[in-house]
């Protein structure tokens, strides 16, 4: 029998409860490898994210910039530009990232099988 789950596990004071929840969302990750290489206009994001609708992606920017993953800069110019780019700890996701690549493609004959065999 498993042991019983503590109570206090999800606590709203615990500081794994202060972890940016957007790191698992559709889009965080990769707007973070978007940016490995450097500084991106929003337009340039939108490119290999083709499936991102606009107002989405900002969102995921605004929660990222919030997050401290992304820094935005606007510059004093016309037609105004604005870039974001990662800050370390927004870089620091690389690791746990290519983490995730990794097993996934280590996995992944396991998880079509178990997809195939549930579906029937």
């Known amino acids: 029998m498993a042991e019983p ?8 004071v615990c500081p794994s409860s202060a972890l940016p ?3 698992g969302d559709k889009w965080t990750a990769m707007v ?3 940016l490995e290489a450097g500084p991106r206009r929003f337009s340039e994001l939108k490119v290999p994210l083709r499936a991102v609708t606009p107002k ?11 997050d401290g993953l992304v820094t ?3 510059y ?13 700890l927004g870089r620091s996701l690389l690791t746990l990232i290519d983490a995730a690549r ?9 998880l079509l099988q178990a997809r195939a065999e549930h579906s029937h």
Do not use: G, H, K
């Open 56 to 66: 989405v992606l900002t969102q995921t920017l605004r929660a990222m910039q919030r």
């Open 32 to 34: 973070v490898l978007c």
């Open 5 to 12: 789950l503590d109570p206090e596990m999800f606590d709203p």
């Open 72 to 74: 935005r800069t606007a």
């Open 102 to 110: 990794a097993w996934s493609s280590a996995a992944r004959c396991c």
């Open 21 to 23: 929840v957007q790191i």
């Open 76 to 88: 004093d110019e016309n037609p105004p530009r604005v870039e974001y780019a990662l800050t370390p």
